[in-house]
């Protein structure tokens, strides 16, 4: 059994431009074949019609994304076949990894940056965002971080719920796509069922946020400080109250911190016993580096047993 002769049908060509301005193609062919017995994947596997997935011959970007053929009624010694192609398809990606099994497909990765608001009292280069007297903007001037915001898409064999749940919330143990240990956090997983190819699978989303580290210029001493990333976070030791000694009884008591004399509930740079870091009255110059606390507000967890592997072109040049 097989195909005699394939003749593309007069007429039987078409085309024009949709989406984005990206070209499609249609072509249409008349097939014979030596018995009424032949098979629709005989009659397209024949040699003689174009492959699904393969590139048009007169437009290399458009590629075959469908063929079809069927058999005369009439004469079933005759085929009618068809193929259409498309230089950009719906999903912007290669056609053939749709006929992949779906885990293994090409995972799709996409980033942006998002703004991370940080209190604090120094500007880039260490100085105090205060006036002239020493006292803080209120409010302070808007100064972010900027996070790279990461979103991958896989198919997955199973949910693994119970598994994934363990790393909600939790920040990079482990050096991750750049990201030092501590700058990436995973903020999101979401998944749900998806009938492909004859079985289920679970299509997954993962948001990661990084948020690098830098070194901040603190006003005294060339010192500095490292602020940014998700875990250990560096918080700044100030607030509305100081603990103050009376020159009398020498006791100690939580009070307001004063503002060129006035309570107005503005935080104050603080020791790291609680008493106010005030100016030196004869520089007007801090007498102490303000101090940043070290907190661990995150766990932690190892970002490769997710098994994330980024498409290649991700990294980094």
Not at 49 to 67: D, I, Q, R, V
Not at 73 to 91: H, I, M
Not at 276 to 290: M, R
Not at 301 to 316: I, K, S, Y
Request: charged share 25%; proline share 10%.
């Amino acid at each position: 059994m097989g195909v005699l002769w394939v003749h593309e049908k007069p007429g039987g060509k078409s085309g024009g431009q949709g989406e984005r301005g990206a070209n499609d193609f249609h072509n249409e062919w008349l097939i014979k074949c030596d018995t009424p017995l032949e098979t629709r994947l005989g009659v397209l596997s024949c040699g003689s019609l174009p492959e699904y997935g393969s590139p048009h011959p007169e437009n290399m970007l458009a590629t075959c994304t469908k063929t079809d053929a069927r058999q005369h009624a009439d004469d079933p010694f005759f085929w009618d076949a068809q193929a259409d192609w498309a230089e950009s398809p719906r999903s912007g990606r290669d056609p053939k990894d749709d006929q992949k099994q779906p885990d293994m497909r090409r995972p799709r990765w996409s980033a942006k940056y998002v703004p991370f608001p940080l209190a604090r009292f120094l500007d880039y280069e260490g100085q105090l965002l205060a006036d002239a007297a020493g006292t803080p903007f209120d409010p302070p001037p808007d100064m972010p971080i900027y996070a790279e915001e990461i979103t991958i898409f896989q198919y997955e064999a199973v949910a693994r719920r119970t598994f994934k749940r363990g790393f909600m919330g939790r920040a990079n143990a482990d050096v991750w796509q750049g990201a030092a240990i501590g700058e990436a956090l995973i903020d999101d997983i979401s998944t749900e069922d998806e009938y492909i190819q004859g079985q289920y699978w679970w299509p997954t989303t993962y948001r990661i946020l990084i948020k690098p580290f830098f070194i901040l210029p603190l006003p005294l001493n060339n010192a500095t400080v490292q602020i940014g990333g998700w875990d250990p976070e560096m918080i700044l030791n100030a607030g509305p109250l100081a603990w103050v000694q009376d020159s009398v009884t020498h006791k100690w008591t939580k009070e307001p911190v004063r503002h060129s004399g006035f309570y107005d509930g503005r935080p104050a740079l603080l020791y790291s016993d609680g008493e106010e870091i005030l100016p030196n009255p004869d520089t007007k110059v801090l007498s102490a580096n303000p101090i940043f606390g070290t907190f661990h507000t995150k766990k932690t967890a190892t970002f490769a047993a997710l098994n994330l592997v980024p498409p290649p072109g991700w990294e980094d040049e």
